[in-house]
Structure formats: C-alpha cells, structure tokens
C-alpha cells in the first residue's frame, strides 16, 4: 500500500518560512506526480500545487505564487513544499498527494493521501 | 480560480439516495471530463470516490456514482449507510489550476 508521510510542519511567526516535506515509499515515485492540498481549520480543501515526475511542469495556485516552490528529489523518494513570507491566512494542515495515474498532470485525481502536517502561523 | 459551489449540507436516511451538485464555470466544468470527488471523515486525509466525472477507483461500492451537465457536476450516493456520512468535496481541472468545491456535509439521519 502507497504511504505518504509528510513532516516539518509547525508554528512560525508572520514573514517566516518553513519547508515541508512528503516522503512516499511503496510505489514508483519518480513515475507520478505529486500535489500539495491544505486544509485551513474548520475549512475547504485548497489545491495549493503539483509537479510531474520528472519535476519539469510546475503549477501554483495564485494565493501562494511567488511565495511557494515546490520540488523532488527522485533519489529521496521525497516531494517539498519550501514556503516563504507566510501569512496568518497560510495557516492550515497540508496534505501531500499521488496522482492516480502516471499520464498528466493537473488532469489527474489524487488517489493516496498523507496524514498531513500542521502548519500555524502567527506571532 | 473561484470554488467550485456546493450545497453546505445534504441529509439522508439510510437506504435512500442522494445527490450532491457541485457548479464550476466554462472554464472548469464545463469545458474537461476531469471532475473528480472526494470524502473525507473528522481528522481523517480525504478519499477519491470519483475521477473523471463517473469513474470509480477499485475498492469503491458503485453505490456511488457521478455525472455531468454543463458546468455542474454531480455525485449521488444510493442506498445510504451510516458510514457515508462525511464532508464531500468536488474538484476540477481547469487548464493551468485544480479548484476544489467549498464541501458538502452529508449527514445520515
């Protein structure tokens, strides 16, 4: 079974930074891609972004752009989330996800999720 | 990048069916097949029941099942038991960004 284990989150002060990190086991990880959703407490799923396999395609969502970079290290088995300037309105619990398939991209539904990783910001 | 709109809550008895809508824009919805739904229990990580409008992942009961028309999308749960009680959310690809429906909670009466 797929397992996704994500860490490094944690409370930091508005202006700060944090890098998450989602380590996957049990699958091919370089053949799919990976996406990152949070969740702000009590609220919706937020798509947040996604990267191919190979990392070559990169999307963001335009709340965190500019702010957060998303990349993998193959090797590592392991996808992150670096985030910078962060906002009281960042605050939320982040989930890593596989996509369903190893063909496209933001096309793709997400069928394995990690347990997520809190994430607060405030000072 | 707008959410996609759901109802806030939806309620059932056992045995019955539901149907929860989830409307997108000619941007999402209306324009790509990769419409996908999930459910998520307190605390727990959210689980795909539907992908590409009416697929279901292996392991899902076909109780579940999805269509669309236009720029809605719908899920409808047949034969309700107790444990498909949860928050629903819908989900679209639109092009260059993934949106995701404000959730719908389902309560099983």
């Known amino acids: 079974e797929v397992q996704l284990v994500e860490s490094g989150g944690g409370l930091v002060q508005p202006g700060g930074s944090l890098r998450l990190s989602c380590a996957a086991s049990?699958?091919?990880?370089?053949?799919?891609?990976m996406t990152w959703v949070r969740q702000a407490p009590g609220k919706g799923l937020e798509w947040v972004s996604s990267?191919?396999?190979?990392?070559?395609?990169?999307y963001y969502a335009d709340s965190v752009k500019g702010r957060f970079t998303i990349s993998r290290d193959n090797s590592k088995n392991t996808v992150y989330l670096q985030m910078n300037s962060l906002r009281a309105e960042d605050t939320a619990v982040y989930y890593c996800?596989?996509?369903?398939?190893?063909?496209?991209?933001?096309?793709?539904?997400?069928?394995?999720w990690g347990q997520g990783t809190l994430v607060t910001v405030s000072s | 990048q707008s959410a996609l709109t759901q109802p806030r809550s939806v309620s059932g008895s056992p045995g019955q069916s539901v149907t929860i809508s989830c409307t997108g824009t000619?941007?999402?919805?209306?324009?790509?097949?990769?419409v996908s739904w999930y459910q998520q229990h307190p605390g727990k990580a959210p689980k795909v029941m539907i992908f590409?409008?009416?697929k279901r992942p292996s392991g899902v009961p076909d109780r579940f099942s999805g269509s669309k028309s236009g720029n809605t999308a719908s899920l409808t749960i047949s034969g309700l038991q107790a444990e498909d009680e949860g928050d629903y959310y819908c989900c679209s690809y639109g092009g260059t960004y993934v949106v995701f429906g404000g959730g719908t909670k389902l309560t099983v009466l």
């Open positions: 000619s941007s999402d919805v209306g324009t790509y097949n990769y």
């Open positions: 049990r699958f091919t990880f370089s053949s799919y891609s």
């Open positions: 990267l191919t396999g190979s990392g070559a395609r990169i």
């Open positions: 996800a596989k996509a369903i398939a190893v063909a496209g991209l933001l096309d793709l539904a997400l069928d394995s």
């Open positions: 590409d409008v009416s």
